[in-house]
T-cell receptor, first 116, second 115 residues
Framework: EAGVAQSPRYKIIEKRQSVAFWCNPISGHATLYWYQQILGQGPKLLIQFQNNGVVDDSQLPKDRFSAERLKGVDSTLKIQPAKLEDSAVYLC??????????????FGDGTRLSIL | AQSVTQPDIHITVSEGASLELRCNYSYGATPYLFWYVQSPGQGLQLLLKYFSGDTLVQGIKGFEAEFKRSQSSFNLRKPSVHWSDAAEYFCAVGASDGATNKLIFGTGTLLAVQP
């Protein structure tokens, strides 16, 4: 079974520029998550999709972050404009369903973003 | 509010020694608990999970964890550590309201293994 795929693996941009990350979840997984992991901290949920609908974006800084999952499969996360504090690893995860906490989440290798 | 505390930021053990990583959680209902491992430059890999039943759960790579409700703890253990176990370990609690499901992570424990 192929895992969660993310690209790019690394990205370096200057502040105020824009950047986008891509995620392809495990086939058949209805739920997709984006997490932000700042150095020295655990991952923090940014947004959760169930199929192509958003079910939780309470922690997403909506003035600069946006995400979409148009066909219920792939997803993109965008930051515009980027700030220095956005330097982090952005992890994508997927699970079969979201209506039960016992569904394990499977993580991709992440995109490491550095803001200069 | 739900939270997870991992009191040890960094632990060093000798290869072959036993290991215990501590995790305490705060959650109103019966928790679903997870341990993940993260090697440098990689994503998180699930080691084991607790949902219900037997409070001692076995995971991959020889790890086990014990759920203790009275202590709100879910400590990870391994009887004999290998050099390849050096990584960062995250404890997490699953928080669900029936429609959404998210993991709340601790800050992690970085494990170093010395020869």
């Amino acid at each position: 079974e192929a895992g969660v795929a993310q690209s790019p693996r690394y990205k370096i941009i200057e502040k105020r520029q824009s950047v986008a990350f891509w995620c392809n979840p495990i086939s058949g997984h209805a739920t997709l998550y984006w997490y932000q992991q700042i150095l020295g901290q655990g991952p923090k949920l940014l947004i959760q999709f169930q199929n192509n609908g958003v079910v939780d974006d309470s922690q997403l800084p909506k003035d600069r972050f946006s995400a979409e999952r148009l066909k219920g499969v792939d997803s993109t996360l965008k930051i515009q404009p980027a700030k220095l504090e956005d330097s982090a690893v952005y992890l994508c995860a997927s699970s079969l369903r979201a209506d039960n906490s016992n569904q394990p989440q499977h993580f991709g290798d992440g995109t490491r973003l550095s803001i200069l | 509010a739900q939270s997870v505390t991992q009191p040890d930021i960094h632990i060093t053990v000798s290869e072959g020694a036993s290991l215990e990583l501590r995790c305490n959680y705060s959650y109103g209902a019966t928790p679903y608990l997870f341990w993940y491992v993260q090697s440098p430059g990689q994503g998180l890999q699930l080691l084991l999970k607790y949902f219900s039943g037997d409070t001692l759960v076995q995971g991959i790579k020889g790890f086990e964890a014990e759920f203790k409700r009275s202590q709100s703890s879910f400590n990870l253990r391994k009887p004999s550590v290998h050099w390849s176990d050096a990584a960062e370990y995250f404890c997490a609690v699953g928080a669900s309201d029936g429609a959404t499901n998210k993991l709340i992570f601790g800050t992690g424990t970085l494990l170093a293994v010395q020869p």
